[in-house]
Every structure is written in structure tokens, then in C-alpha cells.
């Protein structure tokens, strides 16, 4: 049995149950096959062992009041995985579906995903099953204050710098950050996603999205292409999906469809991102009402159809994980889709991608596509350790650099390895070779 076969079965047997963890590895491994085998010393240095296992993970419970005077539980987790080339980077989320298993995957693919921005950050992740929809102000902010007062002991801003995900934006932030500056009685850029004028940055909330189009930019530059009427199929209607959007338009694209949870809108003319914004980020109602504003557009219901049937050239998926499966990957095929960009974490299952990368559709993993937030993140800690506040054109500018540096990364790692326009594989190599090269420089810690 081969190093990379020993690996996957030894994570199988211990980590067995762990769904999402298992296929983030599996997928992670498998394509590192090309250079670990080829050097023999990763297997004497045990460093595939090590990174797989988490530095540390820690599980708590978080227990907090709700209006009704009634005492609620919640399970919180930090999982910090690799700080060989930095303080642990990554975000919170907030959500009914959290557990160890998802937590894991995240923070494993968090991994790379910091290596690729160049920036100094190692991976990390954590939440809670804790769901704020329909919660109070209040009830949200009991929660958070008291999930911050144990998570507090296990973050710093040269330890463990969390953001935010999904189910916690810039309320629940607030709300953390306070109860944490409270605790050390320090004011330091522990937290990312701050708000402007209190330590945060400026394009953070556009950060993911426009990243996303960025990176997919600097491909079709490379074929002596662009944006320009390109018909862009988009899943999700939050923010990473809302503002990949809104550069995806101003690049010269049409964008035809958005989801939710119950559905999705079809408008062959363009969507109205206006009307989006409205109905999404001010009202926060269902995508349905869309349809009853702009009488152009079609409402399909979740169980009627699926957003990847629409014809298009460029397909976002920026949901969640595992929302583009094998049947849509061919039916995107089919439909002359040329290239799908992740702009959410693990949303195509591995052999949905498999499907695409060997029908020569363009495909950009998450740990590279949607490295924008992250980086922007990093971007944040900067100007908060020298005090200093960037325009908004500044830190734009910076993350466009970043994302050409991550597209001409991979690009060159895929090449080098002889998969040229691979770009799962040359994200996995690009990433893991320079946080391999850390912790070899750095010993068995």
C-alpha cells in the first residue's frame, strides 16, 4: 500500500462517520499523489500524518437565556488545524448542520486556501449549531456573548483569528468582539469582519464575490476572452452570490439566474441586482418575491427544477457545500457551460468535478475561487495591527492582485505536473508545497 493509500485508510478508520471531513481529505490527497510520490521525504518526515490531524480541536457548550427566560444549549467547536505559516485563519458559522465533521472539512481546506493568498495565515474554523434565524437581537447577542466567553481563552490576534460565516455577520461580530474586548480588556485585531469605523475594512463584504470573478477574469484573459455576454448562472442569493453578480455585470456579463433555499429566478434578459439587494440584504424576504416585482422572470420551485438546467457559459455555484452533483455537472456539459467557479466551500461533489475537469469545463475550486474573503480578512489584520484604514479602491486593488497571483499559481503548478488547466490539482499542490515546506523547515511539532 502506497503513503497516500496508508493515509486515506488510517482517516477512514478514525475519522469514520465523518462524511464532509473524508471527502475534503480523499479529494486533497489523492491529487498530491503526483508530487508525494515522487519525493520520499513526506513519508519519513510523517508529514501527510500530521496534516490531517487538527493542532488542536476543541468542543464546548454554550449556554444561553432566550426572551422566554428559558436556559438554551448549544454546542460550540474551534477547530485550529495548521498554523505552520501563520495565527490560525478562518470563519464561524452559525447553523442547525454544524458539527465536528463539517467544522474539520473547512478547516482542512482552510489550509490551502490560506497558503494560495500568499498571505501569512495557517487554517482554522469553528461555529456552532446555534441557527439566528428567527432569534431576537437579544437572544443573538446572549448567544454570542456567551460562546466568546469560552472561545476567548483559545484565540489572540498571533493565535487564532476568527471571522465570519455563515450565520454570522457583521451583527453577530459586533456582539462577539465586544464581549471578547471586554474579557482581555484589550483592543486588538482579534476578530475579522469588524465593522468600519471600529477596526474593520472596507470591500470585506464584497471581498468573496468579487474575488471569485476575479480569478475567473484572469483565466478567460489567458484564452484572449472575457465577461462580455457571457450568460452566468449563479447559485445562492447572499453575499458572496450578490456581489460576484454585481462584478460579473459591470465586467460586461448577463446574469440569469439566483437561488434560495425554496427556489430559484430565471431572467434571460439580466436580473435586477437592485431588486436583489432589496429583497435579500434590507428585507430579507424569499427570492420568490423577485418574480412579483419583475414580470420577466420565471420562480421555479426547489422540487420542480434545479438552477444547473438553465443553459449558460459560466456557472457560480455559491450555496453551500455538495449543491452541484454528478446530474448537473452533465447537464451543464451538455449545455455548453465552459467554466464553473466555487464560490462557496466544497458546493461540487467529487464526481460531479471529476465529470467537468474530464469534459474540459474550467473548474476553480473553492480553496482558490473564493479565497477573496479570507484574503481581504488578512487584508483587515494588516491595517489593524498599524492602526491604519484603507479606501476601498486600495483593498479592491490588493484583492485583485491576490486572486491573479492565485490563478497564475495554480496554473503554473497544474503545468508543472503535466495537467495543464487542472486546476483542483494545481490549487492542492500550490497550496500544500508551501505549508509542507514549513513545517519541514520547522521540525516535528
Not at 490531524?53 to 438554551?72: H, I, L, M, Y
Not at 420577466?296 to 444547473?308: C, F, I, L, N, P
Request: proline share 3%.
Amino acid at each position: 500500500m502506497g503513503y497516500i493509500d496508508n493515509i486515506i485508510s488510517i482517516i477512514e478508520k478514525k475519522d469514520a462517520g465523518q462524511v464532509e471531513f473524508l471527502q475534503a481529505a480523499k479529494e486533497v490527497l489523492d491529487s498530491l499523489r503526483i508530487i508525494v510520490d515522487q519525493d520520499s521525504t513526506y513519508e519519513k518526515a510523517g508529514l501527510l500524518e500530521r496534516l490531517i490531524e487538527p493542532e488542536r480541536a476543541v468542543v464546548f457548550r454554550v449556554p444561553w437565556v432566550d426572551d422566554s427566560g428559558k436556559t438554551q444549549v448549544n454546542r460550540g467547536f474551534r477547530v485550529q488545524f495548521n498554523s505552520a505559516i501563520g495565527p490560525y485563519k478562518g470563519g464561524l458559522r452559525f447553523h442547525p448542520s454544524v458539527n465536528l465533521s463539517i467544522i474539520k472539512f473547512l478547516g482542512f481546506e482552510q489550509i490551502f486556501k490560506n497558503s494560495l493568498t500568499g498571505m501569512p495565515i495557517g487554517g482554522g474554523k469553528g461555529g456552532s449549531d446555534f441557527d439566528p434565524k428567527g432569534k431576537s437581537d437579544n437572544e443573538v447577542m446572549h448567544f454570542c456573548q456567551s460562546f466568546i466567553t469560552e472561545l476567548y481563552r483559545h484565540i489572540g490576534p498571533d493565535t487564532d483569528v476568527p471571522a465570519g460565516d455563515i450565520g454570522v455577520g457583521g451583527r453577530e461580530i459586533g456582539f462577539m468582539y465586544g464581549q471578547y474586548k471586554r474579557l482581555v480588556n484589550k483592543f486588538e485585531g482579534v476578530l475579522t469582519g469588524k465593522g468600519i469605523g471600529w477596526g474593520g475594512s472596507l470591500a470585506r463584504t464584497e471581498a468573496t464575490g468579487y474575488g471569485l470573478v476575479y480569478i475567473i477574469d484572469e483565466y478567460l484573459k489567458s484564452k484572449k476572452d472575457g465577461f462580455k455576454g457571457k450568460k452566468v448562472a449563479i447559485s445562492g442569493s447572499g453575499n458572496v452570490a450578490i456581489f460576484a453578480a454585481e462584478k460579473a455585470s459591470s465586467l460586461g456579463a448577463v446574469i440569469i439566474s439566483m437561488t434560495d433555499s425554496n427556489g430559484f429566478i430565471y431572467d434571460k434578459d439580466g436580473i435586477n441586482l437592485d431588486t436583489i439587494k432589496e429583497i435579500k440584504l434590507i428585507k430579507r424576504e424569499r427570492l420568490s418575491k423577485y418574480a412579483e416585482v419583475h414580470k420577466s422572470s420565471v420562480y421555479t420551485d426547489a422540487e420542480k427544477g434545479r438552477v444547473w438546467d438553465i443553459p449558460c457559459d459560466i456557472a457560480l455555484p455559491c450555496a453551500t457545500q455538495n449543491e452541484l452533483l454528478l446530474d448537473d455537472a452533465k447537464k451543464l456539459a451538455a449545455n455548453g457551460c465552459r467554466v464553473v467557479g466555487e464560490g462557496a466551500n466544497m458546493p461540487t461533489s467529487l464526481d460531479a468535478t471529476e465529470y467537468l475537469i474530464g469534459n474540459s469545463v474550467a473548474f476553480f475550486p473553492g480553496k482558490a475561487a473564493n479565497a477573496g474573503g479570507v484574503a481581504t480578512s488578512a487584508l483587515e489584520m494588516c491595517q489593524n495591527s498599524a492602526r491604519l484604514s484603507w479606501s476601498f479602491e486600495e483593498v479592491d486593488q490588493k484583492l485583485k492582485n491576490i486572486m491573479t497571483g492565485i490563478f497564475n499559481n495554480i496554473d503554473n503548478a497544474a503545468k508543472e505536473y503535466g495537467k495543464p488547466g487542472n486546476f483542483v490539482l494545481g490549487a492542492n499542490i500550490a497550496g500544500f508545497k508551501k505549508v509542507a515546506k514549513a513545517m519541514l523547515d520547522q521540525g516535528v511539532i
